[in-house]
């Protein structure tokens, strides 16, 4: 069984631009979580999709927002990139139908903003 | 609110000895769960161990085992006959609602040769 695939793996963008990241999740799992993880603040939650919904959100600035496809694929977009949005993104995935499913994550997708 | 805290940033561990790696948390919810995950320098993170709150046993899965007291808040990793590859960072983690996991700080473990 394939595990949750991250693509790309690296980014180097420009401050400004915006960026695409995606995900795609175990087959059969229709949860799909997003994580930032940098250095100084560690690992912490974006939001989650399940079904094609938004079910819940970290505090984050509008700039970072999420959807997820009728497959369970998720995209995470990063608009007027910053300095700081330098990261890994993480994405997991679960079966979604409890809070205490297991996440399941990938491999990720470093950013670099210059 | 749940948190989670790791007071061990680093540890050092001869190969084949065991080690254990410290998670306190603190919750109000009468049921949870525990995880414990590990990250290799490559970045992903890989699922080793969960904890139920109401598990009458604490969990194992290989060399990985919990120490769970409940009534210390803890739930400690003990990783048993420790191998070159165990050298990754170690989270511990508590989920707090729809798949929003919250994480300790990790702990840097190192497996000496």
């Known amino acids: 069984k394939a595990g949750v695939t991250q693509t790309p793996r690296y980014l180097i963008k420009t401050r400004g631009q915006q960026v695409t990241l995606s995900c795609s999740p175990i087959?059969?799992?229709?949860?799909v979580s997003w994580y930032q993880q940098t250095p100084g603040q560690g690992l912490q939650f974006l939001f989650e999709?399940?079904?094609?919904?938004?079910?819940n959100k970290g505090n984050f600035p509008g700039r970072f927002s999420g959807r997820q496809f009728s497959n369970s694929r998720s995209e995470m977009n990063v608009s007027t990139l910053e300095l700081g949005d330098s990261a890994l993104y993480l994405c997991?995935?679960?079966?979604?139908?409890?809070?205490?499913?297991?996440?399941?994550f990938g491999a990720g997708t470093r950013l670099s903003v210059l | 609110a749940q948190k989670i805290t790791q007071t061990q940033p680093g540890m050092f561990v001869q190969e084949k000895e065991a080690v254990t790696l410290d998670c306190t948390y603190d919750?109000?919810?009468?049921?949870?769960?525990l995880f414990w995950y590990k990250q290799p320098s490559s970045g992903e993170m890989i699922f080793l161990i969960y904890?139920?709150?109401?598990?009458?046993q604490n969990a194992t899965e290989g060399r990985y085992s919990l120490n769970f007291q409940k009534a210390r808040k803890s739930a400690n990793l003990v990783i048993s006959a420790s191998q070159l590859g165990d050298s990754a960072m170690y989270f511990c983690?508590?989920?707090?609602?729809?798949?929003?996991?919250?994480f300790g700080t990790g702990t840097k473990l190192q497996v000496i040769p």
């Open positions: 997991a995935s679960s079966s979604g139908g409890q809070a205490k499913n297991i996440q399941y």
């Open positions: 087959s059969g799992h229709r949860s």
């Open positions: 999709y399940f079904s094609e919904t938004q079910r």
């Open positions: 919750t109000s919810d009468p049921s949870y769960g």
């Open positions: 904890q139920g709150s109401y598990d009458q």
């Open positions: 983690a508590m989920p707090l609602g729809y798949q929003k996991v919250t």
